[in-house]
């Protein structure tokens, strides 16, 4: 059983990473945007296809996304189906950008 | 203990992100359509440089570009069909085979200003195409390597085919375009399923 010494020391220790963006604590919306950061346009049945997720929940994490400015989305029709292709803001991708960058940290530190 | 776990859950995460960023780049190289383009184009092309070498010249400098223009038109809409703009990939392919095909124009000007013969140009060219598939093969996708590897054979068994090297070179590059074909499809429906 660890004392709640060892905790606080690991508190502190852990104290610093500001850049961990909440949006990206479900791996899902951490999965999304290394995707799109990836390739210049995906779309949703694509991104289903390689997240293995249900409409429903993908669904909401793409509207997460786009309601922080991270996504953005395009509409359009193919063969008379609504496709839609979602891309990467420049916002988007600071972010990412910042939250990678403090996860290595984090990793850096969990090793000493 | 709490260091353990967030290490844990942070590479579970990690994990799960490589995991999807593989299976978008499983099988992400040129559609197996454009194999077949190449291989119609080989196909009529190479016997022709033996049978009828007037038409041969007229041939390639149509049918070169044109393969060129049909592979890129069909390689976007195969992505964009699959869900997957890669933009970076498509100007790489456009990149390759676009410097490749100038560079086989400029070849041409090699027996124009009589700096080589107008037979060394086949070999020439074939040689140039059998580096730019092998490279293509390094770089872009795998399956280019075999057909760039028989036309590299190719220029090996011209001198004991006496007549009919451009024929034989063309059954290697054709069956081994058709493999390659074959392979992407595979893969696809690995995917697929």
């Known amino acids: 059983m660890p004392s709640k010494r060892a905790d606080k020391k690991d508190d502190v220790r852990f104290k610093g990473f500001g850049g961990l963006d909440r949006l990206f604590e479900h791996r899902v919306r951490l999965a999304i945007c290394v995707l799109l950061s990836r390739y210049k346009m995906l779309n949703f049945t694509r991104l289903k296809e390689l997240l293995e997720e249900t409409d429903g929940s993908l669904g909401t994490h793409l509207r997460k996304l786009e309601e922080a400015g991270y996504a953005t989305v395009k509409k359009e029709f193919h063969d008379r189906r609504p496709v839609s292709w979602y891309a990467l803001t420049a916002v988007g991708s600071r972010a990412l950008s910042t939250h990678v960058e403090s996860l290595q940290n984090l990793l850096r530190q969990a090793k000493k | 203990m709490q260091k353990h776990h967030v290490v844990d859950g942070v590479a579970e995460d990690l994990g799960f992100v490589r995991r999807a960023l593989a299976r978008s780049e499983w099988n992400s190289g040129a559609p197996s359509a454009v194999f077949l383009v190449c291989s119609v184009i080989v196909l009529i092309g190479f016997p022709l440089n033996d049978f009828l070498p007037k038409y ?3 041939y390639w400098s149509i049918a070169a570009p044109l393969a060129f223009v049909v592979s890129a038109v069909i390689g976007r809409r195969h992505w964009r069909q699959k869900g997957q703009v890669d933009a970076r990939s ?4 456009l990149a390759h085979w676009g410097v490749m095909l100038a560079v086989m124009g400029l070849c041409f000007q090699l027996p124009a200003t009589g700096a080589i013969s107008w037979r060394a140009l086949g070999p020439l060219v074939l040689l140039l195409s059998a580096m730019g598939y092998l490279l293509a093969g390094v770089h872009l996708d795998r399956r280019f390597f075999l057909p760039g590897a028989l036309m590299a054979l190719g220029i ?6 006496g007549g009919f090297e451009w024929t034989v070179t063309w059954v290697l590059v054709a069956l081994a375009l058709k493999v390659s074909a074959r392979v992407g499809g595979k893969a696809g429906a ?4």
Do not use: F, N, Q, Y
């Open chain 2, 190 to 193: 690995v995917e697929k399923s």
């Open chain 2, 156 to 161: 090996g068994v011209m001198p004991i085919c």
């Open chain 2, 56 to 58: 041969a010249l007229t």
């Open chain 2, 90 to 93: 498509g100007v790489r392919h």
